[in-house]
Structures are given as structure tokens and as C-alpha cells.
């Protein structure tokens, strides 16, 4: 039997492949070798990432990755990762001083496969295997929206012409709408289902029907089109034929779906009870479904987002503005949970949860809490404070009609996300030092604004209204997959205001350990609830170092959140300090430092790398993590720059080898250029944005 991998039909379609070596011989070799087999073959050669950047915009079969001046093979991984063909093959050819014990560690980086182009043949079948594979998962893209597209237009047309449409499994009916109702003389849905077809129908050419109604449960919709004869004496037009036809039903497998269009239904008249399969409300939770038949899992619940204060937020706007606020409020949800958001009625939107089991479900329903707070959206450079209220039904199977989905909306509002209650550890605020701080040089104007933020700052912590934000990092080594760092803020006067290192603090450095007890508990908690996905997660925190200077019980907070977590070895929680705090007091916090080190934190500094005195941080021990200041991102975008910021870190990893932070990587130059620094961590935009909660930004 012939090789299916061998077909000539991939020979038929030309093969786009994209090339990536510093070796025009290589690139010849490959084409002339699938030329002379008989493939069409559209090939481009690059070795810059510029113009891989660029290439990815377009479409590709495979990326082949030789060699390249200034490009990794991890950094074209990624890139194709956060891409819009995520899934688009590399394999990788010839690397230099690979050994077979390496083949595990490309294959979990993400390459598809390594070849060696010495034995043409076996690179050869490796090829087109690799070719089959791609085409293949192209063809189940393309027939997915093909079929979502065919969906809607067969549900649309049918509303337009009020056909009767009616959902048939294993020959037994399961949903109708009410021109099929009508057109048998059914008053309610109920009626109907569980009737078999053929109890319905009563064909008067009863053998041809079952002969041609076999093939069409075969899933062969060649004579699916056809006119039939009822002896059914309830139907309401019994002199004429009623034209079928039979299309496969997109949320159940098993399913088809007839439509009837009898000669007097253009006088059929929509129904308006909202009841009927074929409305526009009844699409969306066709969509569900269709979602819940292409990516299946073992449990589902769908997810309710309901504005509150919409009208009071839209009340202003004119048509335009109402549309690009809804459709921000749609984006951001969808960001948030990413995964498709359905817009039901402007103020309301439904998304869908899935998870393998229901311990990982409730995990991911809970991480949502902290999208209750108000959110900062912006709107056409015009900020608006929104909030939601957030409600979850559970799904067992296709949502089977329109009533079942009021149902489930409706319940899911009456049975809100809410805050889950781990362990109480009360949060105590006493024992401060006193600690004498330089005198402000101030303006009256600048004092009262101070004090108005200090006072609002200390209501917001006492309402829980502070906002924690959580960004992942991208591991070079590929390790360390699920971590986070932690920063916060609030929305002051419909801005967003970090409180790292913010400056009227220092005035109040009760409020400032009070800020940050409240960060670490509310971040733990996340942390506890994630750790059900990703045993593995660890966050960074970002304090400031009052927390260090005037509370003395924050090793037992530590040691008290640690025993919540339960996973000390790990070192899920990273504690992250100002480099220029850290320098500024060292003496004073260096022995609480290593108390906390002690009991299985680890501690991390930002804005590293500014001056030359932060090297001074460099020979201390206590230090796990250096996250760079995001100016020093900048110098990616200049190739002179960009060196000379390689020669700093270099400097850096002479004097201690360090694990570091490279932020702000916010589009695709900077964070492929990142991959020339000698830095472990990657963090910006291009990988995930910063977001209410944790969600891992690799799962596409």
C-alpha cells in the first residue's frame, strides 16, 4: 500500500516555504529537490529578523531554520508563537554540535521536527510529512469558519423565507422551530420532541425516503435536496409537496438538520415569542456550541458580564461613541479571559469556560473576582470607569433551544462569581518604627494634593478597591513557564496611578506597609487559587521598602502565607524592592532580607541598571532576580545602542551570574531583539499584557 504522506495532491497546490539561512546553496538544495518531485514549489530566504518580521504577516506551509545572522532559532519560536499562524511549523536543519540526547529538548521548545540535509531522501519524507501535517490543520481552519460562515447564512435565509427547520437525531427530533410546529400542527416545542421523524413526515414513498434518509445519516449529503408527498392529515398544506433538505447540524456530530419550504410559506409569518430556532438571539448560543464541538472539553460553563451603570456611562455619548465603547467593553472582557465574548444585548456579554475537570473550572471561574472592581477603560483617548457583575451556569452538553439559554443566563446572573475566603490571617499594622524622613520642599497646592491622595488611597485600601495587575514572563530556558509579576495601582480621578515607588508615600509609611500586607495577601490568594491550574506559578511582588523598614511581622506574614500555599520548595513568591531603596538602606533591611530568604521567599530588585552603583548589588547573596529598567529598553531599537547594552549586561554576568529581567517589550522588534541580550526573562506586551488576573498567555 502507497505512503498516504506520498499523495500527489500536496504536488497540486504550490508549497509556500519560508527560509530562514545565511546560505544561498542550502536554499537551492531544498528547492531543486522538491522540484524535481514534482512540487510546485514558493520559496523566500531571509537571515534578519526584519524580514522575518515582516514574512510572518503573510501566509507559510513550513519555516525551515537553518542559520541566520541575527536570529535563534527560540527567537523565531516565539515569534511564530505570538504570530497569527501559532501553530505553523518549524523544522529545524543541520544545527551546529547537535547530539541525539538534544532532540527532546528542541521538540519541547516547540521546533516540529530536525533534519539533516546530508540524506536528501530522509529530509525529503520529513518534508513532506511536515507539508501533510500543516496542510491538514490549514484545511480543518479553513472548513471551520467555511462552516460558521455556511451556519449563519443557512440559519439567516431560513428566517428571511420562515422555512421550517428542525434538528433530528438518531431519527428522533430534539429541537424545532415554530414554522416546523405550524406547518405539522404542534403548538409547543415539547410536543414534538422525542417524535420520530418518520412519524412526522409519513412519506407516501416510504421506501425511497428511508433508502435516501440512510445516506443522509451516513453523513452523504449528495441527495439530501428533494421533493416529498406527507400522509400526515394534521399538516397544514396536504395538497402540495414539501421541498426538503438535509444539511449536517454544526453542534451535534450525530445530527442533521431538515428544512421544509412548502410553496405557501412565504405567507408563514415569523414568530415573534423569541422561542424560535432560527432568530438572531438563538445564533448566539449556536456559537457556543459550535465553540464547545471544535475545542471539547470535560466541563464548560458559560460566563455572564453584565455592565452596571451602563446607562449612566452611555447616557452622553452620541451613536458612534455608544458603538466604540460597547465594542471596547466586548475587547477588554475578551482580553481578559481569552476566549471568544458574545456580545448578547449592549450592556451584556457571555463568554465560555472550559477545563478538563471541575477543580480546574472553579479555579478558573474564581480567578475572575477581581474583575468585579471598577476598570479603567479607554475609549477614543477618553477614560470611563466600568464594572461588571459577573454570574457563571454550567453546561452539560449543547445548549439544545433558545429557552434553555434564557435559562441559563438568567441563572447564571442570580449566582454571582464572588471573592473566595481561603484562610483569615488578620493583617495587623502595629509595631512601626519611627523612621525620620528628609522635609518636603512643597507647595501648598502640591500639600493639599497630597493629603487628598494619602486620604483617598487609605478609604480605597479599606474598601479592597486597590487594582493588582498580573504580566507573565517569557523563560529563554524554557523552565520557569508560569511566572507573573505583580505590580498595582489604583484609579484616581479616571487615571491610573502606579504605587510602586510612588513618591507620597513616604509621608505616611503606615498607609505604605498597610498598601503592601494588602498586596501579598490579595496577590496570595490568586496564587493559591492558580497553583490548581499550574502547580509550578510563582509571582513577583512588587512592594515598596517601608514594608521592610517599619513592620516587624512581616516574616511571620510570609511564613503565615507560605503555610496557605503550601509550596515553599518551589519558591512560588518572589519579593521585588527598588534598586535604589535597596542600596539607600541596605543596612537596615539586609537582615530582614535574609529572614525571608530563610523561610522560602525570594527577593528581586527593579530599575537595575541605571548607574554604576548598582553593581554594588550585585555581590550580595540575597539577591535571586534583577529586573533591568525599562529605559534601557529603548536601546533596542538602535543597533549601536543595542550592543552596547549587550556589553552592560555582559559586564554584569562577569561580576555575578544573574538570573534578569529584560521589560517593556512591547511589539515584535523589541522583543525579537531581546533575544540578543544575555538576559533569561522576557516581559511586555508582545508575549501578554498586563491583566486582572492570571491566565497563562502560552495557551492558544
Not at 404542534?186 to 421523524?197: T, V
Not at 452622553?316 to 481569552?338: C, P, R
Not at 471598577?374 to 470607569?385: R, T
Request: aromatic share 8%; charged share 25%; with cysteine.
Amino acid at each position: 500500500m502507497r505512503n498516504a504522506f506520498l499523495s500527489n495532491k500536496l504536488k497540486q497546490i504550490k508549497t509556500r516555504l519560508l527560509i530562514i539561512d545565511d546560505n544561498q546553496i542550502r536554499y537551492n538544495q531544498i528547492v531543486d529537490l522538491l522540484t524535481s518531485k514534482g512540487h510546485q514549489v514558493d520559496a523566500f530566504l531571509l537571515d534578519d529578523i526584519k524580514s522575518f518580521e515582516k514574512q510572518l504577516r503573510t501566509h507559510w506551509d513550513v519555516v525551515l531554520f537553518g542559520r541566520a545572522y541575527d536570529l535563534k532559532v527560540e527567537q523565531a519560536l516565539a515569534l511564530i508563537h505570538a504570530s497569527n499562524q501559532p501553530q505553523l511549523p518549524l523544522l529545524l536543519l543541520n544545527p551546529e554540535g547537535y547530539h541525539p540526547s538534544q532532540y527532546l529538548n528542541y521538540i519541547n521548545k516547540g521546533v516540529y521536527d530536525l533534519f539533516n540535509l546530508d540524506y536528501p531522501d530522509r529530509f525529503y519524507i520529513g518534508l513532506v510529512r511536515t507539508l501533510s501535517y500543516s496542510r491538514s490543520l490549514q484545511a480543518q481552519q479553513h472548513l471551520l469558519k467555511e462552516l460558521e460562515i455556511a451556519e449563519t447564512h443557512i440559519q439567516t435565509h431560513a428566517h428571511d423565507t420562515h422555512k421550517a427547520l428542525a434538528v433530528i437525531q438518531e431519527g428522533i427530533h430534539v429541537k424545532a422551530n415554530r414554522e416546523y410546529l405550524n406547518l405539522f400542527g404542534f403548538n409547543k416545542e415539547d410536543e414534538i420532541l422525542g417524535l420520530p421523524l418518520l412519524d412526522i413526515l409519513q412519506p407516501e414513498q416510504l421506501q425511497d425516503f428511508k433508502q435516501r434518509f440512510k445516506r443522509i445519516s451516513q453523513r452523504n449529503f449528495d441527495q439530501a435536496r428533494f421533493d416529498l408527498k406527507s400522509l400526515n392529515p394534521n399538516i397544514k398544506q396536504p395538497d402540495h409537496a414539501l421541498r426538503l433538505e438535509f444539511l449536517p447540524d454544526t453542534t451535534q456530530l450525530d445530527a442533521v438538520q431538515i428544512s421544509i419550504e412548502t410553496e405557501t410559506s412565504s405567507q408563514i409569518k415569523a414568530s415573534s415569542t423569541g422561542s424560535e430556532l432560527t432568530n438572531s438571539s438563538s445564533r448566539f448560543y449556536e456559537q457556543i456550541n459550535r465553540k464547545m464541538l471544535n475545542e471539547p472539553a470535560n466541563k464548560n460553563a458559560i460566563v455572564m458580564f453584565l455592565l452596571t451603570g451602563f446607562h449612566d456611562q452611555v447616557a452622553h455619548l452620541d451613536q458612534g461613541k455608544t458603538i466604540t465603547y460597547i465594542k471596547s467593553v466586548q475587547e477588554f472582557i475578551q482580553e481578559q479571559i481569552h476566549s471568544t465574548v458574545i456580545k448578547i444585548a449592549p450592556a451584556l456579554f457571555v463568554g465560555l469556560c472550559q477545563a478538563a475537570n471541575e477543580n480546574l473550572l472553579y479555579s478558573k471561574l474564581q480567578g475572575l473576582s477581581p474583575l468585579l472592581k471598577p476598570q479603567l477603560l479607554d475609549v477614543d483617548a477618553e477614560n470611563y470607569s466600568v464594572q461588571f457583575s459577573i454570574g457563571y451556569s454550567e453546561i452539560e452538553g449543547a445548549i439544545q433551544n433558545q429557552e434553555q439559554f434564557d435559562f441559563l443566563i438568567v441563572h447564571g446572573l442570580s449566582h454571582p462569581i464572588q471573592h473566595k475566603k481561603v484562610e483569615s490571617h488578620e493583617i495587623q499594622f502595629s509595631n512601626f518604627e519611627s523612621h525620620e524622613l528628609p522635609p518636603a520642599m512643597v507647595l501648598g497646592a502640591e500639600l493639599d494634593r497630597e493629603q487628598q491622595l494619602i486620604k483617598e488611597l487609605h478609604s480605597i485600601v479599606e474598601q479592597n478597591a486597590v487594582h493588582l495587575k498580573y504580566q507573565q514572563l517569557y523563560d529563554k530556558q524554557d523552565t520557569e513557564l508560569y511566572t507573573y509579576e505583580v505590580s498595582s495601582g489604583v484609579i484616581y480621578e479616571k487615571q491610573w496611578l502606579s504605587l510602586e515607588d510612588l513618591a507620597e508615600l513616604r509621608k505616611d509609611t503606615e498607609l505604605a506597609v498597610k498598601l503592601d500586607r494588602w498586596i501579598l495577601v490579595e496577590a496570595c490568594k490568586q496564587l493559591y487559587n492558580f497553583i490548581t491550574q499550574y502547580p509550578n506559578a510563582k509571582l513577583i511582588i512588587n512592594l515598596n521598602i517601608y514594608v521592610l523598614l517599619h513592620d516587624k511581622q512581616v516574616v511571620n506574614l510570609i511564613e503565615k502565607l507560605f503555610s496557605i500555599i503550601r509550596n515553599t520548595k518551589n519558591h512560588p513568591l518572589i519579593l521585588q524592592f527598588s534598586t535604589h531603596d535597596l542600596l539607600q538602606y541596605a543596612e537596615q533591611v539586609t537582615p530582614v532580607l535574609k529572614q525571608l530568604r530563610a523561610q522560602g521567599a525570594l527577593i528581586s530588585v527593579r530599575h537595575f541598571g541605571v548607574d554604576d552603583t548598582c553593581t554594588n548589588l550585585l555581590s550580595n547573596q540575597d539577591i535571586d532576580l534583577y529586573r533591568l529598567d525599562s529605559k534601557l529598553t529603548q536601546s533596542l531599537n538602535d543597533d549601536k545602542e543595542m550592543a552596547e547594552l549587550q556589553l552592560q549586561v555582559q559586564n554584569y554576568q562577569e561580576i555575578r551570574e544573574v538570573d534578569m529581567i529584560l521589560p517593556m517589550l512591547n511589539n515584535m522588534n523589541t522583543f525579537a531583539n531581546a533575544w540578543n541580550i544575555d538576559v533569561r526573562y522576557l516581559q511586555g506586551d508582545y508575549f501578554q499584557k498586563k491583566l486582572d488576573h492570571l491566565i497563562d498567555g502560552q495557551d492558544h
